[in-house]
């Protein structure tokens, strides 16, 4: 229903900034150069500001989960998520969609049940419907890593690719954020939803 996303969730109040963002995140520290990292969060930032979408994308071992990391502490303690979580999936971890809006509905799952929601009772498309409907309204931050595992890992069917993009056309629109991590740039199915942002730091480890 999409009068879910209207539920309240935006309204989140004041929270821990901490609280908020994944602790996979928050073990990670930059150790290289300031400068090289601001340079990269600001890049992120600016592409941010015209698309929903990004994809930051380098060479194994190049920062792109610290970078990641150091942005989402920096989104959440400056109050961009307002209130809402930032969200940290491995592509690693999925094996398909259902994996993926697993992940998602693990950190959701308490607030849509405060709402009458129940997230383990729903089907893979009405999952994936919630999402998406979230995703056009509600300011979280999504981080995607090793997202070239999507392909690397098997082949994906014709309507598992359309259901995807699917899901990333609805953060074209609206409120959540996607940021997306990939040694390359990207499989095919991206196209121009991401803004694209090359990451060649040598000093920031992963």
Not at 99 to 104: G, T
Not at 145 to 156: G, I, K, S, T, V
Not at 175 to 192: D, F, K, T, V
Request: glycine share 10%.
């Amino acid at each position: 229903d999409a009068g879910i996303a209207d539920a309240g969730i935006t309204d989140a109040g004041i929270a821990d900034a901490w609280q908020l963002v994944d602790e996979t995140l928050l073990r990670l520290r930059p150790v290289g150069s300031l400068l090289d990292c601001q340079q990269a969060l600001s890049a992120i930032d600016a592409a941010f500001q015209s698309q929903p979408l990004v994809l930051l994308h380098g060479e194994d071992g190049a920062g792109k989960t610290v970078t990641a990391g150091e942005y989402a502490r920096r989104e959440a303690l400056a109050g961009h998520t307002q209130g809402q979580p930032v969200i940290y999936t491995s592509w690693l971890s999925c094996w398909n969609l259902t994996d993926l809006l697993e992940s998602f509905g693990q950190v959701y799952e308490q607030s849509l049940m405060e709402r009458q929601v129940e997230w383990q009772g729903l089907e893979d498309f009405q999952r994936r419907k919630l999402v998406q409907d979230l995703a056009k309204k509600v300011p979280f931050l999504w981080i995607w890593d090793d997202f070239e595992a999507l392909e690397e890992r098997r082949a994906w069917k014709r309507e598992e690719k359309t259901a995807l993009q699917e899901l990333l056309g609805a953060f074209s629109v609206g409120g959540g954020r996607l940021l997306i991590l990939s040694r390359g740039e990207g499989p095919a199915l991206l196209g121009q939803l991401a803004a694209r942002v090359p990451l060649r730091l040598t000093r920031l480890a992963r």
